[in-house]
T-cell receptor
Framework: QKEVEQDPGPLSVPEGAIVSLNCTYS??????FMWYRQYSRKGPELLMY????GNKEDGRFTAQVDKSSKYISLFIRDSQPSDSATYLC???????????FGTGTRLTIIP | DVKVTQSSRYLVKRTGEKVFLECVQD?????MFWYRQDPGLGLRLIYF???????EKGDIPEGYSVSREKKERFSLILESASTNQTSMYLC?????????????FGDGTRLSIL
């Protein structure tokens, strides 16, 4: 079993829709959870960063962590064509400088 | 802003060649990482370095080596390139002791081995 599972998609939604992207993980020691966005032919850039369970909101983006079910989500409200990218989840535990990544979900927002 | 520069965006090499991929960062970060990214497999860690001349194997080090002679530069070496090393290679950095902070990535080198 992979440490982090992520549906690779592709996922296509119409502009303005709410997008839900998800990952599950297997190691309960993971405490830090990140979402990276990667545009085509570019490196990943950090989008959201959360610690432990709960929600974190930044503009149209909300990251949600449920440690009891080992499930993390990224919600995008009022999706825009500029949100079209690959979204990668990443996890790590305290003191660990290495990240474990999901495989990434390719998202397309249709105008 | 942290700047991580990878020397080549696209590279085409032949089987058996020795290939060097270079990564330079401008933020004095101690930790540097090399990943490869393949469809359906995500990012996989090849090697990382936590200081000059220090290195540790990642999850898939076979067929690769690294060099860190200066703090700002981390090189990935394919000793004898093979077609299964065709991939996107990404470099990342983070300051030491900031393990729970996000990594900063370069824009990648897309390497094709013919």
């Amino acid at each position: 079993q992979k440490e982090v599972e992520q549906d690779p998609g592709p996922l296509s939604v119409p502009e303005g829709a709410i997008v839900s992207l998800n990952c599950t993980y297997s190691n309960s020691a993971f405490q830090y959870f990140m979402w990276y966005r990667q545009y085509s032919r570019k490196g990943p850039e950090l989008l959201m960063y959360t610690y432990s369970s709960g929600n974190k909101e930044d503009g149209r983006f909300t990251a949600q962590v449920d440690k009891s079910s080992k499930y993390i989500s990224l919600f995008i409200r009022d999706s825009q064509p500029s949100d079209s990218a690959t979204y990668l989840c990443a996890v790590t535990n305290f003191g660990n400088e290495k990240l474990t990544f999901g495989t990434g979900t390719r998202l397309t927002i249709i105008p | 802003d942290v700047k991580v520069t990878q020397s080549s965006r696209y590279l085409v090499k032949r089987t058996g060649e020795k290939v060097f991929l270079e990564c330079v960062q401008d933020m004095d970060h101690e930790n540097m990482f090399w990943y490869r990214q393949d469809p359906g497999l995500g990012l996989r860690l090849i090697y990382f370095s936590y200081d000059v001349k220090m290195k540790e194997k990642g999850d898939i080090p076979e067929g690769y080596s690294v060099s860190r002679e200066k703090k700002e530069r981390f090189s990935l070496i394919l000793e004898s390139a093979s077609t299964n090393q065709t991939s996107m290679y990404l470099c990342a950095t983070i300051p030491r002791g900031k393990g729970n902070q996000p990594q900063h990535f370069g824009d990648g080198t897309r390497l094709s081995i013919l």
